[in-house]
T-cell receptor, first 113, second 112 residues
Framework: AQSVTQPDIHITVSEGASLELRCNYSYGATPYLFWYVQSPGQGLQLLLKYFSGDTLVQGIKGFEAEFKRSQSSFNLRKPSVHWSDAAEYFCAVGATGANNLFFGTGTRLTVIP | EAEVAQSPRYKITEKSQAVAFWCDPISGHATLYWYRQILGQGPELLVQFQDESVVDDSQLPKDRFSAERLKGVDSTLKIQPAELGDSAMYLC??????????FGPGTRLTVT
């Protein structure tokens, strides 16, 4: 069965600093991987996705993520965080033939001036 | 840009009452999903429709929850009777293909 682990519940970074949010997944085959962002009281917005090919994927808002099969990871990165990036970030995995996505428990990002 | 619409945005109801949520997916999206997101957790799928047919409702508590998508467009999720543990955000999503899902703003339900 698929599962997603986001080990960091809450991360605080200074504006302008770099960011890395961790995501580990469990799945027997090649997964489809996603990062979503959720602002308070809002729905989820897709930041980026990985299906196949280049393991470094670029997304919106300056985010990127790298798929590492050997580590079962799909970490999200941003070189310079902006105050508007403060939100909840969810990693999700989908599997070939599966109907739905499995989400991690999320990482809340706080950005301090 | 097309969006998934949901209403109401907020709903407060008393325990044992009935409550309903509505979702209008992005035009042309055949697949529609209802998720429940408990505070501090990620969304969990309740039901998935392909056009008007249910393709996965394995996690839907069918004794109190029901969902329909009669014409294969908009959808309604109903809870009757509501329980305190149903307090959560209910998210609707739609997709053109199986994997890239677009989410609505959600309905925040509080059961008192």
């Amino acid at each position: 069965a698929q599962s997603v682990t986001q080990p960091d519940i809450h991360i605080t970074v200074s504006e302008g600093a770099s960011l890395e949010l961790r995501c580990n997944y469990s799945y027997g085959a090649t997964p489809y991987l996603f990062w979503y962002v959720q602002s308070p009281g809002q729905g989820l917005q897709l930041l980026l996705k990985y299906f196949s090919g280049d393991t470094l994927v670029q997304g919106i808002k300056g985010f990127e993520a790298e798929f590492k099969r050997s580590q079962s990871s799909f970490n999200l990165r941003k070189p310079s965080v902006h105050w508007s990036d403060a939100a909840e970030y969810f990693c999700a995995v989908g599997a070939t033939g599966a109907n739905n996505l499995f989400f991690g428990t999320g990482t809340r990002l706080t950005v301090i001036p | 840009e097309a969006e998934v619409a949901q209403s109401p945005r907020y709903k407060i109801t008393e325990k044992s009452q009935a409550v309903a949520f509505w979702c209008d997916p992005i035009s042309g999206h055949a697949t529609l999903y209802w998720y429940r997101q408990i505070l501090g957790q990620g969304p969990e799928l309740l039901v998935q429709f392909q056009d008007e047919s249910v393709v996965d409702d394995s996690q839907l508590p069918k004794d109190r929850f029901s969902a329909e998508r009669l014409k294969g467009v908009d959808s309604t999720l109903k809870i009757q009777p509501a329980e305190l543990g149903d307090s959560a955000m209910y998210l609707c999503a739609s997709s053109l293909d199986r994997y890239e899902q677009y989410f609505g703003p959600g309905t925040r339900l509080t059961v008192t």
